[in-house]
Structure formats: structure tokens, C-alpha cells
């Protein structure tokens, strides 16, 4: 087949003399030609090989973005976690002050009560107290009208000392004592019921105060309510917050290992590389196996008697069959052979992970 | 305590990506890249706790290292993961003491899931 197409080519040579390129190649020697070609070739294999370095070195960058993705992606579920953990601890701490502070604001109400009531009492005592001055203004009017009554007596007594004469006389000094002592327990009688009436007034005031005192307990007692009720609520809020903050932050936990699985995955897909490069170091190897096949051809052509007659080149194909590794290589090679179109279905028939 | 993965590939592509995915999933990893490295390596003391090998390497491929490895490291999983397809050599790789075969190229979740069955308590 090639030995053919040397013939082939010569002729050509001869009618397409006008061409530059072949107008070249007539003024080179054989062995100069034979070595063009073989350049030719080191050329692709090259090539070929550039490629794998190129398609490394972008692979190898894919691989540190997805690295520096993956710990970025750490870095944020670590902060998170700081975040909730922070978010605990503040948590916890509003739990101890809210119950600390419902603790005291419960004894303050316990205790307001107790004044209240003991309040309460003194302004019932105090109460009676008032009721019992007003009793004893009562005696003192009567103590007063005793008085009167001494006094009308101990006149009387002096106009019959008066009519006795010389005989009352006695009588009479007696008369005037009596009336100078309801004078003086009248006066007596009359100073007390003004203190008394000022003590009643007093003790009125002090009753109205003590009453005053019970309104104001009774408003700290409602504020301190609204106090604990607010410190309730203040937490339930906190407490329902807390949970929704650690609703989301499982949420994005729960993203970010869909994201490492993905990177994950990308990861593992990015060996394809490895496939491409194996699959194109074998290309060149082979491009250089045709490349010597070429010379040796070439060089038995020219002069059969210095060389062995060439192998059949289609030797070659099941040559490089034998050095397939992969399915879809063996694939193509029998499709191009059969002349038949390419399929990857088949490639895909062999499990991709097998444990024995 | 963290499971450590040795990997034998001669591809630098390979290495890096696997690293990743196992350190990832809170592996240590250790690597080679040819087999006869790799023997060296564990003549010398190191025990992995599983194997990750490829098969068509320079200097010592695949399976010249199962077969050498497997009278230091009788027990340790050997998973095979390369392009190779032929039956013939997953059947000696099997003979040989291989524990499985996986073919590039192999999500990552998936080579997890792999490890998990094959290394209890990973």
C-alpha cells in the first residue's frame, strides 16, 4: 500500500512541475527529503505531546481553583459555626439574666405585696385609731357640760353662803374653789378636745398618706408585671430568633456539602485529562512507529538490495490493537477498519467500578 | 483517628485531583508516582491504611506492585484506577490480591462511597 503510493508520487512529481513546493523538494536530495518527512513527523509527535502539557497545566489550575473553592467554602461553614456557637453562648447568657432577672422582679412583687398589705393593716389601725379620738371627743364635751353644771352649782352655793351671812361665810370660800375648779377642768376639758380634734386631723392625714403609699405600691407592683411579662416575651423572641438563625445556618451547612460533593465530583471528572494524555502519548508513539516504518519503506524502495523487504503495514494494525488500553480506543480502531460510523455506547457497556 | 490513603499514579493531574477530594473528605494522603517508588516507600515502614494504584506506570506499573506489596501488606485494600478496560488484566489484577477496579475517570462521591464499603470505619 505505501510502497504504491511512492509510486504514485513520483509520477505526480513529474506532471505537477510548476508547483513551488515540488520544485523544492526536486532540487533536494533523497536523503535530505527522507529527513524532512522525519522531521514531519517529530513535528506532530511534539505537537501531540504539547498538547498533553498544555491540557496539564490547565487541568493543574482547574485543580487549585477548586482547591482554594473548597477552602473558601470551609472557611464559611467554620465562620458560621463560630457565629452559632457566639450565638449559644449570647443565648444562654439572656436565658441566665431573664431567669435572674423574673427571679428578682417576682420577689419585688412578693414583696410589694407584703408592704401593701401591712400597710393596709396600719391604715385599718389607724383607722380605729381616728374612730376612738372621735370617741373621746365625746367624753370631753361631756366632761365640759360636767363642768358647766359644777360651775352653776358652786354659784348657787355662793348666793346661799350670801344668804347664810356670817354662818356661810365658810361655805362661801368653799363655793368659790369649786367654781375656780370647773373653771380650770372646764378650760382642762376644752384644750384637750382641741388636741384631740388636731391628733384626729393628724391621724387623718397620716390614714390619706398611708393610702397614697398603697397607690404607689400598686403601681410598682403593676410595672413590675409588665416588667416580667416584657422579659417574657423579650425572650421567647430571642429564643425563636436563635432557632431560625440555626434553621438557616443548617440550611447553608447543607448546601455547602452539596458544593463539596459537586467540587468533589468535578474533581474526579477532571482524570479525564489523564485519559486524553494517555491517549495522545499513544498517538505519538505511534506517529513515530510510522515515521521509521516511512524511512525503512523509503530507503528498501530506493534500493531493495541494502535492506529487508518491509513488513506488511497492515501488520501494523494488529500491532497497534495489541497496544490499546482502553475500550473506546479498540472501538475506533474496528469502526475505521469496518468502515462503519462511531458509537460510545458501546465504550460505556464495561462497569466503571467493580469490587471483587 | 484519620485514615491514611496512598496513591500511585504517575499522572500529576491524577494525584492532585484524588488528594483533593480525599483530604476533602478528612483523608491523609500520601503519594507516589511509579510503582517501584511506591514499594520503596512501604519496604521502608510506612503502613496506608487502603491503596489507590494505577496501572500503566513507568519503572514498575500496577500490577508488578500488587504482586510485590502483597507479601509486606497482606491485608491493606488495593483499589485499581486506571484507563485500562481489558478483562485479561482485571483478572490477574484480581488473582494478584487487587481488591477492586475503577475506571477513569470516577466522581469523587462515588470513589467516597468506594472507600467507605472497602475501609471499615472510614
Known amino acids: ?83 452559632m456557637s457566639s450565638a449559644s453562648s449570647c443565648e444562654l447568657e439572656i436565658k441566665n439574666v431573664s431567669e435572674e432577672n423574673l427571679r428578682l422582679a417576682k420577689q419585688l412583687g412578693r414583696m410589694s405585696l407584703e408592704n401593701m398589705n401591712r400597710l393596709k393593716e396600719h391604715q385599718t389601725r389607724m383607722g380605729l ?22 360651775s352653776l352649782l358652786a354659784l348657787n352655793a355662793a348666793i346661799e353662803a350670801a344668804r347664810a351671812g356670817e354662818y356661810g361665810r365658810g361655805f362661801e370660800v368653799v363655793a368659790n374653789e369649786i367654781k375656780k375648779l370647773s373653771v380650770k377642768s372646764g378650760k382642762t376639758a376644752e384644750d384637750m378636745g382641741k388636741k384631740l380634734k388636731d391628733l384626729s386631723k393628724e391621724m387623718i392625714k397620716e390614714v390619706n398618706g398611708i393610702k397614697h403609699i398603697v397607690d404607689l405600691i400598686n403601681k410598682t407592683k403593676d ?22 438563625i440555626a434553621g438557616e445556618v443548617a440550611k447553608i451547612e447543607q448546601k455547602n456539602i452539596v458544593i463539596l460533593n459537586d467540587i468533589a465530583d468535578i474533581l474526579g471528572k477532571l482524570q479525564f485529562q489523564d485519559v486524553v494524555r494517555q491517549s495522545l502519548e499513544a498517538m505519538a508513539q ?71 | 483517628m484519620k485514615k491514611t490513603i496512598f496513591i500511585i499514579d504517575d499522572s500529576a493531574t491524577v494525584i492532585m485531583s484524588l488528594k483533593t477530594t480525599l483530604e476533602m473528605n478528612g483523608y491523609t494522603v500520601e503519594s507516589a508516582s511509579n510503582g517501584k517508588m511506591a514499594l520503596d516507600k512501604i519496604a521502608s515502614g510506612f503502613k496506608p ?15 508488578e506492585f500488587i504482586k510485590n506489596v502483597r507479601q509486606i501488606l497482606k491485608f491493606t485494600p488495593i483499589l485499581i484506577l486506571t484507563t485500562e478496560s481489558e478483562q485479561s488484566k482485571k483478572d490477574e489484577a484480581k488473582k494478584l490480591g487487587a481488591t477492586g477496579w475503577l475506571v477513569k475517570p470516577v466522581a469523587g462521591t462515588d470513589l467516597i462511597n468506594v472507600l467507605k464499603k472497602v475501609l471499615p470505619g472510614s
Open chain 1, 1 to 83: 500500500m505505501i510502497l504504491d503510493f511512492f509510486a504514485k508520487s513520483q509520477e505526480n512529481q513529474a506532471s505537477e512541475s510548476t508547483n513551488p513546493h515540488i520544485e523544492a523538494l526536486k532540487v533536494m536530495s533523497d536523503e535530505e527529503r527522507l529527513q524532512t518527512i522525519d522531521k514531519i513527523y517529530e513535528l506532530i509527535s511534539n505537537q501531540i505531546y504539547s498538547t498533553i502539557k498544555i491540557t496539564e497545566e490547565h487541568i493543574t489550575s482547574v485543580i487549585n481553583y477548586l482547591q482554594h473553592l473548597h477552602e473558601d467554602s470551609k472557611e464559611l461553614v467554620e465562620t458560621l459555626n463560630q457565629f
Open chain 1, 129 to 150: 385609731l381616728a374612730n376612738q379620738i372621735n370617741e373621746l371627743s365625746r367624753y370631753i364635751s361631756n366632761v365640759n357640760e360636767i363642768a358647766e353644771q359644777i
Open chain 1, 223 to 244: 410595672f413590675t408585671d409588665n416588667l416580667i411579662d416584657k422579659q417574657n416575651k423579650t425572650y421567647y423572641r430571642f429564643q425563636t430568633m436563635s432557632k431560625d
Open chain 1, 286 to 356: 505511534k506517529v513515530k512507529r510510522i515515521g521509521d516504518y516511512h524511512t525503512y519503506s523509503w530507503r528498501w524502495a530506493k534500493d531493495p538490495s541494502l535492506e529487508n523487504k518491509p513488513e506488511d503495514p497492515s501488520l501494523l494494525f494488529d500491532e497497534f490493537y495489541k497496544s490499546y488500553v482502553m475500550d473506546q480506543q479498540r472501538i475506533t480502531h474496528q469502526n475505521t477498519l469496518n468502515g462503519t460510523s462511531e458509537s460510545t455506547e458501546q465504550s460505556s457497556q464495561a462497569p466503571q467500578i467493580e469490587l471483587f
Open chain 2, 49 to 63: 491504611d487502603l491503596i489507590i494504584t494505577d496501572l500503566n506506570m513507568p519503572i514498575m506499573n500496577g500490577l
